[in-house]
């Protein structure tokens, strides 16, 4: 093999390689996951506020409450109306994590739908949908006093 046919085969491999690593990246990309909207919230007067900007890009957020032993979903709707669930588990108490289209009870399986309904047991009760009203472009979401640490 000449210097040029050598040249001509490496440039034809190497170029190969950098397309396929172009497809298969863009590929890849089409699998991600949207990334979890999580905010961190301390209460005033037993409610949290969020911004309504907050839902411009996403639909859902994740809301973690200091001294308060659950997490609160919070939900905009496709009608524009807005949900905010207590993420505890109605069959034991357990903290539930989000997982997929709804939410998982990592101490015995129970499963709920992303607007609280029981999709598996043992839970048998929908979780607990928290108060909202919004007022001055923001979403006030009242937590249950019972749940405080």
């Known amino acids: 093999m000449d210097r040029k046919d050598f040249l001509k085969k490496a440039c034809g491999s190497c170029a190969a ?3 396929g690593t172009f497809f298969t990246s863009s590929l890849l990309e089409s699998c991600k996951t949207p990334a979890l909207s999580m905010s961190k ?23 973690r409450v200091s001294n308060y032993n659950y997490d609160v979903a919070v939900i ?9 669930l207590l993420l505890m588990c109605t ?8 997982a997929g289209n709804g939410y998982l009870c990592p101490l015995h399986g129970s499963r709920f739908s992303t ?3 029981v999709v598996k047991g043992p839970a048998t009760d929908p979780l607990e949908h928290l108060e909202i009203k919004i ?3 923001n979403l006030l979401v009242k937590l249950d006093p019972d749940y405080y640490s």
């Open 17 to 19: 390689i950098a397309l």
């Open 41 to 63: 919230a301390t209460p005033a007067n037993g409610s949290i506020s969020l911004p309504l900007a907050d839902f411009a890009n996403s639909d859902f957020k994740l809301v």
């Open 76 to 84: 905009k709707q496709s009608s524009g109306n807005y949900i905010a």
């Open 91 to 98: 069959h034991a108490g357990q903290a539930l994590t989000k």
């Open 115 to 117: 607007t609280g309904e």
């Open 135 to 137: 007022e001055n472009q």
